[in-house]
Structure formats: C-alpha cells, structure tokens
C-alpha cells in the first residue's frame, strides 16, 4: 500500500511541473489569460486554481478508474466462479 502512495506522491509531483510548464507555455504564447481575480501561486507565477485543479483531478480520476478496473476484475472472476459450480 506505501508503495502505491509513494507512486502516486512522485506522479503527482510531476504533474505539478507539467501543470506549471503547460500554465507558462499557455500564457507566454497568449493562449489565455488571467483576470485581476485569479489568485496567483507566487513562486511560479500560475494560477492557482488551474494549478489545483489539474494536480487533483487528474490523480483522482486515475485511482477511480484504478478502482472500477479491479472492481470488474473482481466482478469477472467471480461469474467465472459462480459458473464454474
């Protein structure tokens, strides 16, 4: 289970380079912009929000799909049980 943690921990420290990479390339070529209101991380100089947003969703979207994936696994195996009687 630690493993999968520390998996996920360097996974998303990755995507938080991409996030910031692809937040800087967007802006720098003037493919959006942010308003007065976006709060701005003031390290990378990125909007927080898009930052946030994509660091959790995406993880999240992968551990829910990792889970539905060995849910019907499970699901399989065990009709393949049931027909096995």
């Not at 493993?3 to 910031?20: D, K, P, Q």
């Not at 802006?27 to 990378?44: D, H, L, T």
């Not at 551990?63 to 027909?83: C, K, N, T, W």
């Amino acid at each position: 289970m630690i493993e999968h943690i520390i998996e996920l921990s360097i996974r998303n420290r990755f995507l938080v380079l991409a996030v910031i990479a692809l937040e800087w390339k967007g802006i720098g070529f003037a493919k959006w912009s942010y308003n007065e209101r976006m709060p701005i991380v003031p390290a990378v100089e990125v909007g927080l929000w898009p930052l946030l947003q994509l660091s959790i969703l995406v993880p999240a979207s992968m551990i829910v799909a990792a889970l539905e994936s060995r849910m019907a696994r499970s699901r399989q195996a065990g009709s393949q049980d049931a027909g096995a009687v």
